[in-house]
C-alpha cells in the first residue's frame, strides 16, 4: 500500500526501477489495484515495471486509508 500512496498523483505511465517498488507493483497489479507491464514476478532481474493506472478497486483503497484516524 505505501507504494500505492505515492504514485497517487503520479502522471502515468510511470517507470519505476527500484527491486523493491517493483516487487510492490506485483503484489499491486495482482490484488487488482494497478494496471502495470511488469517483469515476472519469479525473475524481476532488475527489471524496471511500467505502471499505466490505478484501478478503481486501488481508488477506493486509497480514499478508505485516508478516511482512518
Do not use: C, H, W
Not at 502522471?11 to 499491486?28: C, G, T
Not at 511488469?38 to 515495471?49: K, M, Q, V, Y
Not at 493506472?53 to 481508488?59: C, M, Q
Amino acid at each position: 500500500m505505501e507504494l500505492l500512496r505515492r504514485i497517487e498523483d503520479a502522471s502515468f505511465p510511470l517507470v519505476i526501477a527500484d527491486e523493491k517498488d517493483v516487487r510492490s507493483a506485483i503484489v499491486l497489479e495482482a490484488a487488482g489495484m494497478i494496471k502495470a507491464q511488469l517483469p515476472s514476478p519469479e525473475r524481476p532481474d532488475g527489471r524496471p515495471a511500467v505502471i499505466f493506472a490505478i484501478t478503481p478497486l486501488g481508488r477506493r483503497r486509497l480514499n478508505e486509508g485516508s478516511a482512518q484516524p
